[in-house]
């Protein structure tokens, strides 16, 4: 029975940089979602702020979730663009029974 790996990551953007958080998960969401081992990728609004949002990733494997972590993408992305525009970021992963 193949595990599938689900990340929840929440991420509260800082006041100032709302919009460029905002414009930048579509990017980094497509070029996720091209990932051989991507299941997928959403982006979810908070209702009553927006400056925080939760993403939730599938991976087939945590071999493909750790290989998520070293595409271009994700550094030009993540690294780059959104973590210092973050007030606060945590994740949690759970493994899926399929």
């Not at 525009?85 to 493994?95: A, C, F, T």
């Amino acid at each position: 029975m193949p595990e599938f790996l689900v990340i929840a990551h929440h991420t509260i953007a800082a006041d100032q940089d709302v919009d460029e958080v905002l414009a930048v998960y579509p990017k980094l969401a497509a070029a996720t979602r091209a990932e051989p081992g991507n299941v997928s990728f959403a982006v979810f609004r908070q209702l009553d702020d927006d400056r925080e949002l939760v993403i939730l990733e599938r991976y087939v494997s945590r071999d493909a979730a750790e290989a998520h972590l070293r595409t271009p993408h994700f550094k030009e992305f993540v690294l780059t663009r959104l973590v210092p525009r973050l007030e606060n970021r945590w994740s949690e992963k759970y493994d899926v029974p399929e």
